[in-house]
């Protein structure tokens, strides 16, 4: 799904504190939410409907676990395709349906789509881009990392 910009506007201090909180780690307990919405002031409910706010408004684009791949013996890798832009949004739902896309994002620039692929062991990555090629007709590129960097993500106020 395609998102405007947000206005400037669009995030209060309260998701602007839930986004820095819950990128530093989120509670393994029997009510998780319950306990990251104590932390934050906030409510079980009220930290599940911001949550949900912010993927449906586009601030955050999912909410879950990310799992090192290549600590389990897996691999990542970041792809990008030159998307038509009459196709983007089903080509977009296509790649988006496999279990192994981390995520997806459009760009602005000829190579308009930039996915990660997150596999169970490092030769799948050539066989699922050519299985996307073969699926959409265009043409997967793909970029092994070559470094690691955490280069984290606060937002300010």
Not at 27 to 53: K, M, V, Y
Request: aromatic share 8%.
């Amino acid at each position: 799904m395609r998102h405007a910009p947000l206005p400037p506007d669009a995030l209060d201090d309260i998701d602007r504190r839930i986004i820095n909180a819950l990128q530093d780690g989120f509670p393994l307990t029997p009510r998780p939410f319950a306990d990251a919405g104590a932390e934050l002031g906030l409510a079980e409910d009220d930290l599940i409907a911001r949550i949900a706010r912010l993927r449906d408004i586009g601030a955050i684009t999912r909410f879950g676990p990310f799992f090192d791949a290549a600590a389990m013996g897996g691999d990542f890798c970041l792809c990008a395709m030159a998307v038509p832009a009459e196709r983007f949004e089903a080509v977009a739902e296509a790649v988006n349906a496999r279990r192994e896309v981390a995520h997806n994002y459009e760009r602005d620039h000829r190579l308009n789509m930039w996915f990660v692929l997150a596999v169970e062991k490092p030769d799948d990555i050539a066989r699922i881009a050519k299985e996307i090629e073969a699926e959409t007709g265009i043409a997967v590129l793909t970029f092994p990392k070559l470094a690691e960097f955490y280069i984290g993500f606060r937002v300010s106020a």
